[in-house]
């Protein structure tokens, strides 16, 4: 695996960036860039609960590109994050939380690391073709929502069991003013998503992140499509799946794979 590391400047923080590359002879003009983000780029090449999309897009002559979420992995600040049992998310949704609290937005930070990685990979000459894709479960599908609404060379986004509504995740909710969480609720950005690709599943009972917040969501996001494109158009797809609780299964992980090698592939 050809990884190749750089950094970029994102307002004022220098963020660790991962560009993983196929063997040269895959590569074309065709050749599209995926951002695979887990909770940090070494979940999201190296580990095979995260990982999913990684081999298949390399193994299709794609790019693959990756940076740690704000508060997670490198990117945790000193104190901020308060005990919690190995691997849980807790402590870094609570260090999310405060940063938004005192002013510091992780998603607005997290929208300048993403254009400002896409930046330095068209630099390189990645992704001439214009198709750049975006892969994250959980609060990496909502992060990759809002840089696909804030930057229109994000053409799709697939994320399974997506954080919609900060609101119904007490670890951020109980840090932070009650309106202004309301306020990310990422349908606010439906208008901003209408010409974008976005596939979302999510189990019948997931109480962690609300399955009924990700179906309004698509629903609205549905609404605002059908309003203004071409009748007939289809974008998004929306699966409400059999998982237990906030797990979407494997299945459901390589479909949104497929979703956006398909989407990759269109002409």
């Known amino acids: 695996m050809n990884i190749s590391e750089f950094t970029v400047n994102s307002r004022g923080e220098e963020v660790a960036c991962w560009l993983v590359s196929p063997d040269p002879s895959r590569t074309s003009r ?3 860039l995926l951002l695979n983000i887990s909770a940090t780029r070494d979940y999201a090449i190296h580990d095979p609960t995260q990982n999913h999309p990684t081999q298949p897009f390399l193994d299709a002559g794609h790019h693959v590109l990756t940076f740690d979420l704000p508060h997670h992995g490198d990117r945790i600040v000193k104190d901020s994050i308060e005990e919690t049992p190995p691997g849980a998310a807790n402590g870094n949704i609570r260090a999310m939380s405060k940063a938004f609290a005192a002013g510091s937005d992780p998603f ?13 990979c068209i630099e390189r000459g990645i992704a001439l073709n214009g198709k750049i894709v975006g892969y994250g479960v959980s609060r990496a599908a909502y992060c990759l929502l809002r840089l696909a609404a804030a930057d229109p060379r994000v053409n799709a986004v697939a994320g399974p069991s997506p954080v919609t509504d900060w609101a119904v995740l007490p670890e951020f909710a109980d840090h932070a003013d009650p309106q ?88």
């Open 108 to 120: 607005e930070q997290f929208v300048s690391d993403g254009m400002a990685a896409i930046d330095a």
């Open 180 to 267: 202004r969480t309301v306020d990310l609720h990422i349908e606010n950005w439906a208008d901003q998503l209408a010409d974008r690709a976005v596939y979302l599943c999510i189990g019948s009972q997931d109480d962690v992140v609300s399955t009924e917040s990700c179906v309004r969501f698509a629903m609205k996001l549905f609404e605002v499509q059908r309003s203004i494109l071409p009748e007939g158009t289809l974008l998004n797809r929306l699966h409400i799946v059999n998982t237990p609780s906030h797990s979407p299964g494997q299945y459901w992980r390589l479909d949104a794979t497929r979703f956006l090698l398909e989407f990759c592939s269109r002409e």
């Open 30 to 32: 065709n050749s599209s």
